[in-house]
């Protein structure tokens, strides 16, 4: 059961939509995001590269810069060490390929999942030092490496830092204050001493304002890798889930307008394999079908082939490259599957659902899906999720959370109990010896001060509408607020007392609710889709109906009670005709 909320603001959103040109609906929507300032809703809707933001404002960006800049003027060579998650592997990508045309000297080095973990690691650093490596250039990681940049920097390597991760803290006499690695730059927007407007951006995003800024600074102009660059840094942004608001949200519009026509043929290449080169590409293809194959090559093998990919100038061999990807990709696929049935087994028969923090180890879970585990495990029963699997020196593991439930904090306040450690509110990894799982279980739930309500799904509600409200004209309009993510989710609408016309079931297992929904008061009627109602739509059927009358009625029946639906409104265009269609997020008897 979820909770529908519907969102209030105090805007005036009627001045809104005469102001901006937009309905009524749309100018609601925009001031449930809290876009009160005519420019930021323009922005909003209209931001273009031109928009985003001076680099320079960045916590030493400049010094980075001049860093960089001052090793490829002395030909000293460049390690851009990154990560081997889709952020990870494009700002890798953007750095090493920017110093490059700026004449550097670069190599770039991502880690092994298994056998080295996330982050610099001491091994790596020596092993660079012998191979005359004398700037160390991290990305997507870094923040969190003491001991490493202070080896690195007895060694006789400069140290940048670029990551956006949350630094460590400690609290002296009740002030917080970061704890950082002594890098000679460190660009973060969330170290404290940043006061960068927009602390939200990903290691891609970083990457490419860093990148540009390079390029500028040697005085080239190549539009087709800034585009390139633009690319890499939209997908990093979608897969990594940050914020799609203000700057994130200009990086993947502008980004998505450019990679259908792409010039670097790697990317290129992986569209027209994972079939996509020839529709819209939005930031469902980027999140769903382009991100999991570039990951999949670091969950499965190496981060580096993915790097290699997007460096290819030979199109066969980029193909070679994208089919290797692909099918590790199928192969991760079904060792998700596997290993969520076996975590659901275990909480549903192991006593985890009185725990508000589901702390689980499977040691028969590949180590690079755990992530991917334990985001499904968090959607099925909402709460924070820590996957542990077996590593070559004990556990290692990645946690998910929930709105309310800052998992970095959490983890930190255990830090006593973990090798290493890292992430921010939403996400973390995590090493620990095996014998430290009970007591990570006990102490996280221990402090965690979820509710029951905190546990209950919530629906936001951008307005109630009625049917006569809907039209082609809105859905095209709500279309201009995406991408959606992260913190830009979809719009979501309600009606109340509806009537279902018709339902059937379709897909292969034939699990999808497709209705005909209708009002009395307006008479339109709107085809819709549930993707996840069915068993809610058979037991509320169950309680109304005979069993063998329910599945009658779930055949092209017409139910006789009538509905209230959360829902968002999209265009769907078959056989060259487009209608307005509902995407029902949930549903429940009127009163």
């Not at 199928?330 to 275990?346: D, F, G, M």
């Not at 290692?396 to 306040?413: C, D, M, V, Y």
């Not at 109304?544 to 999209?570: A, H, N, Q, T, W």
Request: proline share 3%; charged share 30%.
């Amino acid at each position: 059961m979820k909770r529908w909320l519907l969102k209030r603001s105090k805007i005036d959103s009627a001045t809104m939509a005469r102001e901006l040109g937009v309905s009524h609906t749309v100018a609601c929507v925009l001031a449930n995001r809290g876009l009160n300032e005519r420019q930021n809703a323009r922005n909003f809707i209209y931001g273009t590269i031109d928009d985003l933001r001076d680099p320079y404002l960045m916590k030493d960006m400049e010094l980075a810069i001049k860093v960089i800049k001052q090793a490829i003027i002395e030909g000293k060579k460049i390690a851009v060490y990154g990560d081997y998650d889709v952020d990870g592997i494009m700002s890798t990508t953007i750095l090493f390929r920017g110093i490059l045309r700026c004449g550097g000297n670069a190599v770039y080095y991502v880690p092994h999942r298994q056998r080295e973990g996330y982050g610099l690691n001491l091994e790596a650093v020596e092993q660079l030092a012998e191979e005359g490596v004398k700037v160390l250039f991290t990305c997507d990681n870094g923040i969190a490496a003491l001991e490493e940049t202070k080896r690195a920097k007895a060694l006789g390597m400069d140290v940048v830092i670029l990551d956006h991760h949350e630094p460590g803290f400690r609290d002296v006499d009740g002030i917080v204050e970061d704890i950082l690695p002594t890098a000679d730059a460190l660009i973060d927007p969330k170290q404290s001493k940043c006061r960068y407007p927009f602390p939200m951006l990903c290691a891609g995003g970083i990457a490419y304002k860093f990148a540009i800024a390079l390029l500028r600074i040697f005085k080239i102009q190549d539009r087709n890798l800034e585009k390139e660059f633009l690319c890499f840094a939209a997908i990093a942004t979608v897969c990594d889930i940050v914020d799609l608001l203000d700057e994130n949200r200009i990086l993947v519009r502008c980004g998505l307008q450019e990679i259908r026509k792409t010039t670097n043929v790697g990317l290129k290449v992986l569209l027209e394999e994972t079939g996509v080169a020839n529709r819209p590409i939005s930031e469902y293809h980027l999140g769903f079908i382009i991100g999991p194959c570039i990951n999949a090559t670091g969950r499965l093998e190496s981060g580096k082939k993915a790097v290699e990919l997007f460096c290819e100038k030979d199109e066969g061999r980029a193909r070679e490259i994208v089919k290797t990807l692909i099918k590790l990709n199928e192969e991760r696929k079904n060792l998700t599957v596997q290993a969520a049935q076996r975590a659901v087994e275990r909480i549903e028969t192991e006593g985890f659902l009185h725990d508000k923090v589901l702390v689980l180890y499977d040691g028969d879970t590949h180590e690079s899906i755990a992530g991917i585990v334990a985001g499904r495990i968090k959607e099925r029963y909402y709460r924070p999720v820590i996957m542990i699997t077996a590593g070559e020196d004990g556990g290692k593991g990645s946690g998910r959370s929930i709105e309310g439930f800052h998992l970095f904090q959490a983890l930190f306040r255990c830090k006593s109990l973990f090798t290493r450690f890292g992430g921010h509110a939403m996400a973390a990894g995590l090493s620990l010896p095996l014998e430290n799982i009970p007591l990570l279980r006990e102490k996280l739930n221990e402090d965690c001060d979820l509710t029951k309500e905190d546990m209950t799904p919530v629906l936001r509600l951008d307005k109630q509408l009625l049917f006569s409200e809907i039209d082609m004209e809105l859905a095209k309009e709500l279309e201009m607020l995406a991408p959606f993510g992260k913190e830009n989710h979809a719009p979501l609408f309600g009606s109340k007392s509806i009537s279902v016309d018709r339902i059937d079931l379709i897909g292969k297992n034939k699990d999808i609710l497709r209705m005909t929904l209708s009002d009395g008061a307006s008479g339109k009627r709107f085809g819709a889709l549930s993707f996840e109602g069915y068993e809610q739509m058979l037991n509320l059927l169950k309680e109304l109906y005979p069993e063998e009358e329910c599945v009658k009625i779930m055949s092209g029946g017409k139910i006789l009670r009538k509905f209230d639906f959360v829902y968002s409104i999209e265009i769907n265009t078959y056989n060259g005709r487009s209608s307005v269609q509902l995407m029902i997020k949930d549903f429940r008897l009127s009163k």
